[in-house]
């Protein structure tokens, strides 16, 4: 079993930045694959980006690339998503979510969510 629990949102001006937590338990953090979602109000859950168990390879939706980074620190079961030049329209509830099953831009093949932390970019 692994609980996650992110932290970090809040309320931005547009080109800021925040970077959004996600605290594990659980022992067998390191074995995991881990990836960010994002669902704002009225649209469908989104892929964000993801990064593999030892952190050596990242991925990124289009339409963060560039802007976004992900990274973990497998020694404190964490794994962290650091957003810059933030706009309007990444207005969102961020979810963090382990273990794929293969595909590791499709939600529903994750086995284990967070409960979100709200991230809200004024214009």
């Known amino acids: 079993q692994l609980q996650l629990v992110e932290s970090g949102g809040g309320v931005v001006q547009a080109g800021g930045s925040l970077r959004l937590s996600c605290a594990a338990s659980g022992r067998l953090f390191s074995s995991y694959w881990m990836g960010w979602f994002r669902q704002a109000p009225g649209k469908e859950r989104e892929f964000v980006a993801g990064?593999?168990?030892?952190?050596?390879?990242?991925y990124y939706a289009e339409s963060v690339k560039g802007r976004f980074t992900i990274s973990r620190d497998n020694a404190e079961n964490t794994v962290y998503l650091q957003m810059n030049s933030l706009k309007p329209e990444d207005t969102a509830v961020y979810y963090c979510?382990?273990?794929?099953?293969?595909?590791?831009?499709?939600?529903?093949?994750?086995?284990?969510w967070g409960q979100g932390t709200q991230v809200t970019v004024s214009s």
């Open positions: 990064i593999s168990w030892r952190g050596d390879s990242t």
């Open positions: 979510a382990a273990d794929p099953t293969v595909d590791y831009t499709d939600g529903d093949q994750y086995d284990y």
